[in-house]
């Protein structure tokens, strides 16, 4: 048996009832889709080229959503992984935002303004599904500014099992990292982090074209839901109300 890749080679595909309008169209767009691989490989490399960023600005404390117990930020390296993607989730949530409240349970009681941003439980649902296979991998964490307590009885009616989840109710990690206004309103933020030999910590990369444009795709890469609906006619749409905890 061959490769892989020679077993899915096939220039010649073909999908029942196509016209040759409908080919040619095609074969232009997967012309523009093989560009667009190479040139996201292309970046993707350069952005594993960085040169290592600041030493981490103090090894902050957070509280642990599963049992309020301290954890250093130097702690959440596991032996032989030294790299660490941490999102930084709203919660408590833009404060002017309209979208509908949690449907139930016992962060629906909260405040509107205290309950969490439904586009970063989204982002989080799926980092969810992630979590277990990136764990072999590199180290994960969501961190909120939310209290430890409300942050783990969400979890639990989410659904989060595998997600090592921390309150930074008490640090100055999202002020310092750019998930929090001077005004003190959250933002969603999403950082990479490695650690030397010597366990000097070093700031990466940040998904910095949300402050360049203001736009939340800059998180695309960690968000599905959009990846798939770009491959739809309608796409996006309309995103006013959209990602929603209640359908």
């Known amino acids: 048996m061959g490769k892989w890749s020679d077993i899915l080679r096939d220039p010649n595909a073909r999908f029942p009832g196509e016209s040759s309008e409908y080919r040619r169209a095609r074969n232009e767009l997967l012309k523009a889709e093989e560009e667009l691989r190479q040139l996201n490989e292309k970046v993707a490399a350069q952005r594993r080229a960085l040169p290592a960023g600041g030493v981490l600005a103090q090894d902050y404390v957070f509280e642990s959503a599963a049992d309020g117990s301290e954890v250093r930020f130097s702690e959440l390296f596991a032996p032989g992984k030294n790299s660490l993607l941490s999102y930084s989730m709203m919660f408590p949530r833009w404060p002017e935002d309209p979208r509908a409240a949690v449907p ?115 998180l695309d890469s960690i968000w599905p839901i959009f990846g798939a609906l770009d491959l739809t006619p309608d796409g996006r749409g309309d995103l006013a109300a959209y990602p929603n905890l209640q359908y």
């Open 104 to 218: 139930g349970g016992k962060t629906a009681l909260l405040p509107l303004v205290e309950q969490p941003c439904p586009s970063c439980t989204s982002v989080v649902d799926g980092l969810e599904g992630a979590a277990f296979h990136l764990a072999e991998r590199i180290n994960l964490v969501v961190i909120a500014k939310t209290s430890p307590d409300r942050l783990g009885t969400y979890a639990q009616e989410r659904g989060w099992r595998h997600l090592r989840l921390l309150s930074s109710r008490n640090n100055t990690f999202n002020r310092d990292y750019h998930a929090e206004t001077p005004e003190g309103v959250q933002i969603p933020a999403l950082n990479v982090f490695s650690r030397d030999e010597d366990g000097t910590i070093h700031h990466r990369w940040a998904a910095e074209m949300i402050f360049a444009d203001g736009d939340s795709k800059a």
